[in-house]
């Protein structure tokens, strides 16, 4: 019911923000598309696939931090949904926090160079996520998800900014969503249940 009222509130930004000056450049030409989702499969069809592969990892740590933490604490920590969540809650704040943060910082060192370093913290903290789990300490549980949601906001926060300008402005909204839609589901769909299966045939993560 919450999120209705974000939707209302997302689409009451949406009718007064501004077109972005390359886009009515665009539309002083007369050259918007009809059908753009047709014309980017057909002409960029490379770069909705580079969009997709970029949202993979975001995708898998956010589902593996928010769905399968509650799987690996029950089956391998003993810890009930709840306790999980009382460490999850809190720690995901971090990711309403820090994206904004973000913004002077890419401004200052680049968007490609924040994406990048996000990219390759969520190679590496999942490790330290889960040994920290592993001590079944509230405090160090919940350093563990934090220092996870910090490289993802920063990958998550410069998405857009990094990918948008790899379409022409005529095709860019829909290459953007169909390969963000792409790469979400790809991410967030498999990653649970492949972890789930590691977790079962092993018991250890």
């Known amino acids: 019911l919450i999120s209705a009222v974000l939707v209302v509130v997302g689409l009451a930004v949406r009718l007064t923000l501004a077109e972005s ?27 909705v696939l580079l969009v997709a592969f970029g949202t993979v990892g975001a995708g898998v740590v956010i589902t593996m931090t928010t769905v399968f933490s509650l ?13 999980m969540l ?7 704040v971090v990711t309403l926090v820090v994206p904004p943060l973000l913004g002077p910082l890419a401004d200052r060192v680049g968007v490609r160079r924040v994406f990048l370093l996000g990219a390759a913290g969520m190679v590496v903290l999942p490790f330290v996520w889960f040994a920290l789990l592993d001590t079944r300490q509230y405090g ?22 990094y990918f948008s ?21 790809a991410g967030n769909a498999f990653a649970p249940t492949i972890a789930t299966s590691i977790l079962a045939g092993t018991g250890s993560w």
């Open 21 to 47: 000056p390359a886009f009515l450049a665009v539309q002083e030409r007369g050259a918007v598309r009809r059908l753009p989702i047709i014309d980017v499969l057909r002409s960029n069809w490379q770069q």
């Open 71 to 83: 799987a690996y604490g029950r089956e391998a920590l003993q810890l009930s949904n709840s306790a």
């Open 86 to 92: 009382g460490v999850l809650l809190p720690a995901v």
């Open 140 to 161: 160090l549980m919940l350093l563990g998800f934090v220092l996870l949601f910090l490289p993802y906001s920063a990958n998550y926060a410069m998405f857009p900014a």
């Open 165 to 185: 300008q790899v379409f022409p402005p005529a095709l860019r909204y829909s290459g953007m969503s169909l390969g963000f839609t792409v790469g979400t589901i």
